[in-house]
C-alpha cells in the first residue's frame, strides 16, 4: 500500500524533504524539511529511504536530486 504524497517545490529556497516507510502500516511518507534546512529527521517508527533535494525552479527530479539513505546492517 502507498500513500499519496506530492514533492511541492519551495517558494524561497532549497529544501530537503524526507522519504521513508512507516514499519507499522507499510505506507511510504514524504516528511517535508524546512527551506534553507537540512534533511529532517526520521519520524519514530519509520525507516529512511530517501533525502530529496527541492528548488525553487525545478520543474522534474532528477537522479542526482535523490540520495538514498536507508540504513546498512
Do not use: N, W
Not at 524526507?18 to 511518507?29: E, K, M, N
Not at 517508527?45 to 527530479?61: E, F, K, M, N, P
Amino acid at each position: 500500500m502507498v500513500a499519496t504524497a506530492a514533492l511541492v517545490r519551495p517558494s524561497g529556497s532549497t529544501r530537503h524533504d524526507l522519504v521513508s516507510i512507516d514499519s507499522a502500516s507499510d505506507l511510504i511518507v514524504v516528511t517535508t524539511g524546512a527551506e534553507g534546512g537540512s534533511v529532517p529527521a526520521t519520524p519514530a517508527g519509520h525507516i529512511a529511504l530517501a533525502d530529496v533535494t527541492l528548488t525553487t525552479s525545478q520543474t522534474t527530479l532528477a537522479t542526482g536530486d535523490i540520495a538514498d539513505v536507508r540504513k546498512t546492517y
